[in-house]
């Protein structure tokens, strides 16, 4: 499995990004598939999950009614809509997967991409 993130840049708050997930190297149905995120200086934070299969989700708290998780079955993309972002927000975003249900622990997920930088601007 092989994961690529792509989408980060600099940002003004309160603008908006997409960020890509693009997967390859198997046949993803029963994966888990997510976001997280890691600031400088603090632990890797998760983002939001969602199932290959039948497209549940899952979000963090800090994120939930701005960011949008979704993915493209056939062109084995996920991505990320993050809105209204916020200072805070800044950080290297990583996708991951796992087989199985959703969580939002990393230590659980078993493949991870390169991340992608959001700087958001005050």
């Known amino acids: 499995v092989q994961l690529q993130a792509s989408g980060g840049g600099l940002v003004q708050a309160g603008g908006s990004l997409r960020l890509s997930c693009a997967a390859s190297?198997?046949?993803?149905?029963?994966?888990?598939m997510a976001w997280f995120r890691q600031a400088p200086g603090k632990e890797r934070e998760f983002v939001a999950a969602?199932?290959?299969?039948?497209?549940?989700?899952y979000y963090a708290d800090s994120v939930k009614g701005r960011f949008t998780i979704s993915r493209a079955n056939a062109e084995k993309m996920v991505y990320l809509q993050m809105n209204s972002l916020k200072p805070e927000d800044t950080a290297v975003y990583y996708c991951?997967?796992?087989?199985?249900?959703?969580?939002?622990?990393?230590?659980?997920?078993?493949?991870w991409g390169q991340g992608t930088l959001v700087t958001v601007s005050s």
């Open positions: 969602i199932m290959w299969s039948g497209g549940r989700t």
């Open positions: 991951a997967a796992k087989i199985g249900y959703l969580t939002g622990e990393p230590q659980e997920y078993d493949y």
């Open positions: 190297g198997r046949t993803f149905s029963g994966y888990a």
